[in-house]
């Protein structure tokens, strides 16, 4: 299913990334990496250009939205099964990093809250 939904007609536009063929993979690929760090407590890491399509992905949080919206667009079964898969990785995810607890980091520029993986501390922050 997930090869299907990466080499579908993205023509409309309604992707927030570039899916093309294999990202699926070399998202979860990137969030596992993240996690496979020796540290027992982890820092995101912010992109140095997020505009840039293949820069933002530095950022772990980025990758996480990619793989949100994935999930948003598989068919029930192939959700159910993603998902599984991050329900895992999430676990791991929220108990290596650390809560940022600065509530104007919690929102974007229009006042609309991130999801709780964007609300974790990053390097230097």
Request: proline residues 6%; charged residues 25%.
């Amino acid at each position: 299913m997930i090869h299907m939904l990466e080499h579908g007609d993205h023509s409309h536009g309604y992707h927030l990334f570039d899916l093309q063929s294999g990202r699926t993979s070399q998202f979860l690929h990137s969030y596992r990496k993240f996690l496979r760090q020796p540290a027992r407590r982890l820092r995101l890491v912010a992109s140095e250009c997020p505009a840039c399509p293949g820069c933002q992905y530095d950022d772990v949080a980025v990758v996480r939205d990619a793989l949100e919206e994935i999930v948003s667009f598989l068919p029930l079964l192939a959700r159910a099964e993603l998902r599984r898969l991050l329900v895992d990785l999430d676990a791991e995810f929220g108990r290596r990093t650390l809560h940022d607890p600065d509530p104007s980091h919690w929102v974007d520029w229009s006042g609309n809250p991130y999801p709780w993986w964007h609300r974790r501390l990053y390097v230097g922050g």
